[in-house]
Nanobody
């Protein structure tokens, strides 16, 4: 069974870099045709897709966040990481990682709350 678990600081100061890790079990992040994605949900708003890292290691980001976003991976630990720079209070959200296959977001982590505040 595929499981994803987000981890990282729950509080980040404005202008700093938010860094979250998603640990994956039950599937290799290098397995063909799987995409590993980050999504967030600000309070009172809908889900917002942030970006993904593919099985090949290539990345693709939401155009609205691309300038501040970096997703990387550590295949030896079977985990992938989100970095979002220059955060503001508008980046406060529940952050999720998910596995995508055939366009379907089939497996999700439980989510982690990140608050941007001084």
């Amino acid at each position: 069974q595929v499981q994803l678990q987000e981890s990282g600081p729950g509080l980040v100061k404005p202008s700093q870099t938010l860094s979250l890790t998603c640990a994956v079990s039950g599937a290799s992040i290098a397995m063909n045709y799987y995409y590993w994605s980050w999504i967030r949900q600000p309070p009172g708003k809908g889900l917002e897709w942030i970006g993904y890292i593919a099985y090949s290691g290539s990345t693709y980001y939401s155009p609205s966040l691309e300038r501040r976003t970096s997703i990387s991976r550590d295949t030896s630990k079977n985990q992938f990481t989100l970095q979002l720079s220059s955060v503001t209070p508008e980046d406060t959200a529940v952050y999720y990682c998910a596995r995508v296959y055939g366009g379907e977001f089939a497996y999700w982590g439980q989510g982690t709350q990140v608050t941007v505040s001084s």
